[in-house]
């Protein structure tokens, strides 16, 4: 019987495997815990404990799950991730904890302290900083839990054989007002070292990385450091000749534009496998830019692009549509740009704008996307031209809208208090 299970899910494979790799080297035996996608295995194990990772648009796949978990077991139930840490009290409604913040140390204390104490919920969980729970019918909150370095725990437990993208940076300086990111995981980048890079690397095939700015390796984020990405790619260069791929600034990572220069696609030919990078426009208009706070110009993208092409390497520019602020004009503009990126022989990848909590904009309303627009993304989807869920996410946004309106509670944030600005 394990006493513990994970719910594993395709969108919290990369963060259970990170965790599970945390927990395995501050000594805890992970091989007494449930790791299943398969639901209906959890009913069946009957565990006391569950955990849950999951983003505020999967919420309503987890109510669900969890009615079921509470009419036929009586597990515990604890949550981590994004939505846990933005809106903790409403996570509360149907989990027993919320682990708020960076959850590799704070997940060990409070699984090790609950095997002791036959899994009940105490006022002893207050020394444990990173948690949210009821006590009594008090709401606790301990703290926002913050690992000071996140890169002496592997990214994966070596007694499972369970792999994942590594984690080779964590945080962002540039604070994009719809992006949880930099909320959640700080303002400076942090960076794994190169030896640990190429160690853990080793047991994937294909060589993936996460980070939210490929090219800033190396650096706090704002400042390319050229020196110190060539040196994490060099030291790859031993592995590739051994048969293994390296794909590098592409899925599940992505590159700001300002950052693609002769210099970083040199480094791509030379040393990666992949001939397309991702790259975050967002937005046609220069007004938009400042507004959502992307800290770079359209004439950053277009450089980027005209780069890559050069390099041979296709462009995949993301672009939001919907944004708060966004006037029929704005559209056009980003229309245009779209057109321009696609004449060019880049591909364009479409997002409509959903808020977040925990962000600056998650309080602010989408703009209307004029008919125009939305004739032009069909179509150009329809020629393969657009990829990206933006009639899905149209649906989400207004799901996330209603709840945020109801729910609506002061994030908790790695940074502190996370100015609104709608």
Not at 323 to 336: D, I, N, V
């Amino acid at each position: 019987m394990y006493e513990i299970a994970v719910r594993m899910t395709k969108r919290n494979h990369n963060a259970f495997v990170h965790l599970l790799g945390a927990l395995e080297a501050q000594g805890f035996d992970v091989g007494e815990i449930l790791i299943t996608k398969d639901f209906e295995r959890i009913l069946e194990s009957r565990p006391r404990a569950v955990l849950y990772s999951f983003y505020t648009e999967e919420l309503w796949e987890i109510e669900r799950e969890i009615e079921i978990l509470k009419e036929k077991t009586n597990a515990l139930l604890i949550a981590g991730g994004y939505h846990a840490t933005a809106m903790p009290k409403h996570t509360l409604r149907y989990f027993d904890i919320a682990i708020i913040g960076e959850g590799e140390e704070v997940l060990y204390q409070l699984l090790t302290f609950l095997k002791r104490n036959s899994f009940k919920l105490t006022k002893e969980l207050m020394k444990i900083r990173g948690l949210a729970f009821y006590l009594n019918g008090d709401f606790i909150f301990t703290g926002f839990a913050k690992v000071d370095d996140f890169t002496k725990f592997p990214p994966y437990a070596e007694g499972l054989r369970y792999i994942a993208p590594i984690e080779i940076s964590r945080g962002c300086p540039f604070a994009c007002y719809y992006c949880q990111t930099p909320y959640m995981k700080g303002f400076k980048m942090r960076h794994r070292p190169i030896p640990q890079i190429v160690k853990y690397s080793r047991r994937m095939k294909d060589i993936r990385y996460i980070t939210p700015n490929a090219f800033a390796y190396g650096s706090p984020g704002a400042l390319l450091k050229i020196d110190k990405l060539e040196a994490l790619l060099k030291a790859l260069q031993p592995l590739r000749k051994e048969g293994r791929k390296l794909f590098y600034g592409t899925f599940p990572s992505e590159v700001r534009p300002e950052f693609v220069k002769p210099e970083t696609l040199e480094l791509i030919m030379r040393y990666a496998d992949n001939r397309r990078l991702a790259i975050g426009a967002q937005t046609g208009d220069e007004m938009m830019l400042k507004r959502i706070h992307r800290l770079h110009t359209i004439n950053h993208v277009k450089e980027a692009v005209e780069y890559m092409l050069e390099y041979g390497i296709e462009p995949v520019v993301d672009f939001i549509v919907g944004l708060p602020g966004e006037s029929e004009e704005s559209q056009r503009r980003s229309m245009e740009f779209m057109k321009w990126v696609m004449r060019k022989g880049g591909k364009v990848r479409a997002h409509y704008f959903m808020p977040l909590p925990g962000t600056p904009f998650a309080r602010c309303k989408p703009s209307p996307v004029s008919d125009e627009m939305k004739r032009f993304l069909g179509q150009m989807a329809a020629k393969g031209k657009v990829e990206g869920s933006w009639t899905n996410q149209m649906e989400l946004s207004k799901k996330l809208q209603r709840l945020i309106e109801e729910f609506y509670e002061e994030p908790m944030s790695y940074n502190g208090q996370v100015r609104s600005v709608c």
